[in-house]
């Protein structure tokens, strides 16, 4: 029930964000091609939308419209995609399928794939910039005290399997994924007028769901083929990655997923019926590993 | 007397946002390595800081004081510093010497070059992130309708010398420098409440000055050495880059130089004596190529 629920929203916060992405894209005035090809070819590979979701939830439960959080949806989308393909690129990840297509710079070249994420990062902050404290909350979550940090630790480790525990990963997967979900969700929030009390809140539970997020990644790497997937499976073994599935095993790495789900829910109880919507999208995600 | 004046100015400047920037730097609250050190290795490596003391001119001429304006000298020259970090990317430009020294990604790796310019363009957004209409400002001067704009043509037409002709070179130099002058300038001006009357000379001034900046260095890129360049001689004409030097010729490049300068002065003739400070630096600018 709840998850069908969950499922029904999902789709049509998608549904909303692939319009008003389109619309946006439509009416962008400068589209030097093959830079912007690559943009829109990035950003249009349709994706599950996760964070833009964040941004609308997080509207909603602060009273505010969908409306208003449609730069915060824009923002943190372009944000995301410019990371994937700069983490990509040759010399960071050197992944060559990405969402079922080649990847950026495969489609595109080198050259290309940098200046199209250059581009969309400076595109984010040409959405969001005009909203001041909100802009720079999410500046911060995507800059080196959150998801470039997370990918600053993440390239020191590549090819050093082992060297790195469990908290190190923890701390990782913290940056390099809950602190764009925490941009996404305190951020939609934030940009509708929430109180302090609800955005460390919802800071919480975003943080909770990122770090859930990236240990069904890590499993997925490893139970699911490429083609469910969309992108190569077990990329990170080969690629020597400290991961939860290496750290832990499998079973060790689907009981901390559950722990901290309880955890990230639990940050929510006090907003009682007006959290339902998030707690059923924790479950969802985690229902992906079930 | 007033290029001595301008010297002076210039020079003050620079001093105050050396200051500025360590202090920043020294009171950032996360420091992974080696990202970190590369973005510091390349922000700390010196240089004419044109763009901190353009968001300074903007200040004064605005009224303001040169505090107000510290936050927009640092965004810009992060910008800045991203860019030039990008652009000597081997996938791009391939320059191996930058201000004298090593490029970054020569002397830190290709993967971490790519995070240090993500990681500076994000700083540069925490910087004035909280600034409402003067970040929006700055980052649509950056984006796609400015300086990565211009990359993007830029990138578009290396190796195709002749294709493209004066015009076309204006454009792109109107987006890849003047555009991120704009920014300091008229962004200085916009944080200390600068009406539009003077945002608009301010931007036109910008666009002149970044045309002459970028003549004078296809002038000097062909008559200086390495030693007084601080960076590799000759490039443009190894890279088979369309230059209003392969264009014009010297002479020609010259005369343009000095015809552009003119306009940009005239377009703060209103100002009168206000405006000197900028007429004087115009000057001092296009003396580089006497």
Request: glycine share 12%.
């Amino acid at each position: 029930m709840t998850e069908r629920r969950a499922v029904n929203n999902l789709s049509l916060y998608k549904e909303r964000f692939e319009r008003v992405l389109s619309d946006y894209l439509q009416a962008y005035p400068v589209k030097f091609s093959p830079v912007w090809d690559a943009m829109v070819y990035a950003v249009c590979a349709g994706g599950k939308r996760v964070r833009p979701a964040l941004a609308y939830m997080g509207a909603k439960i602060a009273g505010g419209s969908m409306e208003r959080a449609d730069k915060v949806a824009l923002g943190v989308e372009f944000i995301h995609n410019y990371s994937l393909i700069h983490d990509d690129l040759p010399c960071m990840d050197d992944d060559d399928l990405r969402r079922g297509r080649p990847t950026v710079h495969k489609a595109f070249g080198e050259g290309t794939a940098v200046l199209a994420g250059d581009a969309l990062l400076n595109l984010a902050f040409e959405c969001v910039g005009g909203e001041g404290e909100t802009a720079k909350y999410i500046a911060k979550q995507s800059g080196m005290c959150g998801m470039a940090g997370g990918q600053c630790l993440d390239l020191a480790n590549t090819g050093n399997a082992g060297v790195q525990g469990e908290e190190w990963l923890d701390k990782i997967n913290s940056l390099k994924t809950s602190a764009l979900f925490k941009a996404a969700l305190a951020g939609g929030a934030m940009i509708c007028g929430a109180d302090g009390e609800l955005i460390c809140a919802l800071e919480e539970y975003a943080d909770c769901l990122g770090k859930v997020f990236q240990i069904v990644d890590d499993i997925l790497d490893v139970q699911s083929s490429a083609e469910v997937l969309g992108k190569s499976a077990g990329q990170d073994e080969k690629n020597g990655k400290v991961t939860y599935v290496s750290l832990l095993g499998l079973d060790g790495a689907k009981q901390k997923a559950r722990a901290i789900n309880d955890e990230g829910k639990a940050a929510l109880e006090k907003f009682g019926a007006a959290a339902g919507e998030l707690i059923d999208f924790a479950d969802l995600l985690l229902g992906r590993v079930k």
